[in-house]
């Protein structure tokens, strides 16, 4: 083992941070690239779901809130675009591959949000499952990511709530309210499960990127964090989680479940979703139009270049 290979498995024994100028095992760097620019992605194109419900807002305060959010997912996408580029990928290569569909992003976000309900499912559980996720996620091994986590779990507490805060007034308003609440409930229960990746024993990068430390805990194991921690939630909201299965094992101390569908978790993955063409189409149609936005910044950037120089 040379002495690269050393200082780099010195820092990870160590629970240091490794930073973008450390050496590093190629393949550590892909898989970051990989987690990372996926990660950046689906903070962008989770933008477009809760965007739809911008202009239906059932009031001011609720339209302000939303915007604030959704402006919040778009620095997140910056942070862990940049991010990305410290290991050696440019934004347009990340682009490309997300136009290509070499890249993912989320499967959450290719179901469609059909109701004002939806945007306190999404908040409540999709922001309350990637809080789960990225607060392990702080305590990774790569510098920029852990400390890009911990500023953005702070904005991801307020999403959260945000869309709790809908689904208490929901499920307590009147009877039709309360109906639409349950049907958002039923409709982003699995999907947000799902954002937690398949079982461990199926998780292909699973072994590796807990040997460096870039995944801290397991797939399996935040999932059930989560679900621990959402049914109390859904119990004083008055709703039904929709799993027959689910009852709280005295012995474990955690909540039994029904297993998933894991076909349906594939099939959008794989392309097949509700939403996935169009989430694409409309990252694809924004680039495009918004082509004069970048060539202007790229222009002033160079005519106050030569004005320094
Ligand atoms: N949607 C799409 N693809 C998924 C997925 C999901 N929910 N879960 C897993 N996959 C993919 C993986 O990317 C991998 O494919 P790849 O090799 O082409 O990248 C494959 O399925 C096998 O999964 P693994 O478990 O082996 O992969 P990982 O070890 O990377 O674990 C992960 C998957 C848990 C999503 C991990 O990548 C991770 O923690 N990523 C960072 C967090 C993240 O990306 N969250 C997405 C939501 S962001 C968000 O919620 C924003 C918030 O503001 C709303």
């Given at each position: 083992m040379?002495?690269?290979?050393?200082?780099?498995?010195?820092?990870?024994?160590?629970?240091l941070k490794v930073e973008p100028r450390d050496w590093m095992p190629e393949k550590y760097r892909k898989t970051l690239i990989r987690q990372v620019s996926q990660h950046a992605h689906s903070e962008i194109?989770?933008?477009?779901?809760?965007?739809?419900?911008?202009?239906?807002?059932?009031?001011?305060?609720?339209?302000?809130?939303?915007?604030?959010?959704?402006?919040?997912?778009?620095?997140?996408?910056?942070y862990l675009y940049s991010v990305a580029e410290t290991l050696g990928i440019?934004?347009?290569?990340?682009?490309?591959?997300?136009?290509?569909?070499?890249?993912?992003?989320?499967?959450?976000?290719?179901?469609?949000?059909?109701?004002?309900?939806?945007?306190?499912?999404?908040?409540?559980?999709?922001?309350g499952a990637a809080i789960v996720n990225q607060v392990s996620l702080q305590r990774t091994s790569y510098g920029p990511y852990s400390r890009g986590m911990v500023r953005i779990c702070k904005e991801e507490s307020f999403h959260q709530r945000q869309g709790y805060e809908i689904m208490v007034q929901m499920a307590f308003g009147t009877p039709e309210q309360k109906e639409?609440?349950?049907?958002?409930?039923?409709?982003?229960?699995?999907?947000?499960?799902?954002?937690?990746?398949?079982h461990?024993?199926?998780?292909?990068?699973?072994?590796?990127?807990m040997a460096w430390k870039i995944k801290r805990e397991s797939n399996d194991h935040l999932r059930q964090r989560f679900i621990d921690r959402t049914v109390p939630q859904a119990e004083f909201l008055g709703l039904t989680i929709p799993d027959e299965n689910l009852?709280?094992?005295?012995?474990?101390?955690?909540?039994?479940?029904s297993p998933f569908n894991w076909d349906e978790f594939w099939n959008v993955v794989n392309g097949n979703g509700p939403c996935?063409?169009?989430?694409?189409?409309?990252h694809k149609k924004a680039h495009h139009d918004n082509a004069w936005v970048r060539e202007a910044a790229a222009a002033y950037a160079a005519k106050t270049e030569t004005i320094v120089a």
């Open positions: 040379d002495k690269f290979e050393k200082a780099f498995n010195d820092i990870i024994e160590k629970d194109i989770g933008m477009q779901p809760e965007g739809n419900w911008l202009l239906r807002a059932p009031s001011l305060r609720s339209k302000q809130v939303l915007l604030a959010k959704i402006q919040d997912e778009a620095g997140h996408g910056l440019t934004r347009q290569e990340m682009n490309a591959q997300l136009h290509s569909g070499e890249a993912k992003y989320s499967s959450i976000f290719n179901y469609p949000t059909l109701t004002w309900a939806d945007m306190g499912a999404v908040g409540w559980l999709v922001d639409m609440a349950q049907d958002a409930l039923n409709r982003f229960w699995e999907p947000a499960l799902m954002m937690f990746g398949p461990d024993a199926d998780s292909v990068h699973k072994g590796q990127s009852k709280f094992n005295e012995e474990t101390g955690h909540y039994d479940h996935n063409e169009q989430r694409l189409d409309h």
